[in-house]
């Protein structure tokens, strides 16, 4: 064991990275907890790649068997249910975590100079993690499904201005059929995967570029009491209780996966009319809530398209934070942003709440 | 200690390896022969056509908790917690390292 690894090292300079990493230092205070969850989502992304190229081998990506295929994987293939239901609920971890970690970076402004980049690429990772769930909520091509793929293409189609291109291009053509399942086929296992990948990797050069950010409380209160923030090896200390977490991690999903397996709804029927309170998946529920909530009409214009617009420009506010907040960027307490942070939290989990209940 | 780290990882590599080519080794072709594709070709009555369908019925049935899958599930934590006590072993020996400042401590 010992000579394959000096072997190895010999080989690609183990020796080099490892003392690179040991070199690395993870600031240590109250609010480290959060740095935890960046090895969270990456092991989440793995366990996604690997039960997904293992879905790949069954599943059958066309309206006319897409929906046998799944319900081969669950009952034919052996071990499928579990495979499946790994996967559906790492998507949903994978979703609650990127959410934590965006609310996490939010509120301790960590999105400071020199880190918009990774603030950007970050919102960018957010985004489509989003439509990885979405793009794979409707791979079964279950009533569910279809129902979703209408909501979901119905409220892209409601975007301003592009809207009626985004609902033609999602859907490929006016009604959803086999052409939209194809589409998001190809979106959840090439667009998507590439994608996130690819910003995954630029994501993590500039973390390891600039370091962990400390928040700005953390900083001042190190100034005040006259005390040097310590750090610790990323190599080995951090790693460490990132396996640790990871285990956690695996437990809880393999426990979720075996207690509650992923369901298959009924098969489409067109002749039957829409069941009633159809709702999009639980991370869409709020934009749901929010829509449901428009009047038909705000001053003459169409109160989904007013509720889309204002939720888009929300959105951009948040996303282009670094350069709007001027406070942090001193270094300074920016308790506007803060309370940005706050009311964003709350909205999204009063109205995913309320939405689920309705 | 390192090599109990090193000797973890390799467990952990193994069993996952292990699990990964007990699925995906098995698989539908080798339950059911290429045969039943040519079945699937010959001329059906309405109700033999639908017959290799696979219904709601069977698939709720394939969600079932059952008495094998909570004993894996128990094997599965006993496992996880068995690395993870090691690895605590391990953080608390790198613990005593840092502080002793084997480690550089200072943040740049």
């Known amino acids: ?358 | 200690m390192a090599r109990v780290g090193t000797g973890t990882i390799f467990l952990i590599a193994v069993l996952t390896i292990a699990v990964i080519s007990k699925v995906c080794f098995s698989s539908v072709a080798a339950e059911a022969p290429p045969v039943k594709t040519i079945v699937v070709e010959e001329v059906k009555t309405e109700q033999e056509a639908g017959a290799d369908r696979i219904t709601s019925q069977q698939v709720e049935e394939a969600r079932l908790v059952t008495a094998e899958r909570i004993y894996g599930l128990l094997v599965l934590w006993a496992v996880i917690l068995l690395v993870i006590v090691v690895l605590r072993l391990q953080i608390r020996d790198d613990e005593k390292l840092y502080k002793e400042g084997y480690y550089s401590q200072d943040l740049e």
């Not at chain 1, 052996?78 to 559906?88: A, D, F, K, N, Q």
């Not at chain 1, 159809?278 to 428009?294: A, G, N, S």
């Not at chain 1, 670094?322 to 307490?333: C, G, I, S, T, V």
Request: net charge positive; charged share 15%; aromatic share 14%.
């Open chain 1, 1 to 358: 064991m010992i000579s394959v690894i000096k072997a190895v090292d010999e080989r690609i300079k183990l020796g080099s990275i490892i003392s690179l990493a040991r070199h690395k230092l993870v600031p240590i205070h109250k609010h480290s907890v959060w740095y935890y969850l960046g090895a969270l989502l990456l092991f989440l992304f793995m366990i996604q790649a690997i039960t997904g190229a293992m879905l790949l081998f069954y599943y059958k990506p066309a309206a006319e068997t897409a929906y046998q295929s799944i319900a081969e994987i669950m009952v034919v293939v052996p071990y499928g249910w579990l495979i499946r239901s790994v996967h559906h609920w790492a998507s949903n971890l994978m979703i609650v975590t990127v959410f934590i970690h965006f609310f996490s970076t939010l509120l301790v402004k960590a999105y400071r100079r020199p880190r918009e980049l990774t603030w950007l690429t970050g919102m960018v990772m957010l985004i489509l993690v989003l439509f990885f769930g979405y793009s794979g909520y409707t791979l079964p091509y279950d009533e569910r499904a279809f129902f979703a793929f209408n909501v979901g293409t119905d409220m892209a189609g409601t975007i301003p201005v592009v809207g009626t291109f985004m609902l033609e291009f999602l859907r490929g053509g006016d009604i959803v059929g086999a052409n939209t399942l194809n589409r998001f086929f190809a979106f959840h296992v090439g667009v998507l995967p590439l994608s996130l990948l690819a910003v995954i990797a630029v994501h993590l050069i500039l973390v390891q570029l600039h370091g962990m950010s400390v928040p700005i409380a953390v900083m001042k209160d190190a100034e005040v009491r006259k005390q040097r923030i310590y750090g610790k090896p990323m190599f080995p200390h951090f790693l460490w209780h990132d396996a640790v977490n990871c285990l956690l991690l695996l437990g809880a999903l393999v426990s979720l996966a075996i207690l509650v397996p992923s369901e298959l709804g009924p098969e489409i029927d067109l002749l039957k009319p829409a069941p009633v309170g159809v709702k999009p998946d639980w991370f869409f529920l709020w934009v749901y809530q929010i829509l449901k909530w428009m009047p038909t009409y705000v001053l003459s214009m169409e109160g989904e398209v007013v509720g889309i617009t204002a939720l888009i420009l929300a959105a951009l506010l948040i996303v282009f934070a670094p350069f709007f907040d001027r406070k942090a960027q001193r270094n300074e307490r920016s308790p506007l942003f803060t309370a940005l942070g706050v009311l964003s939290l709350l909205v999204f989990v009063i109205c995913s709440i309320i939405g689920y209940l309705s």
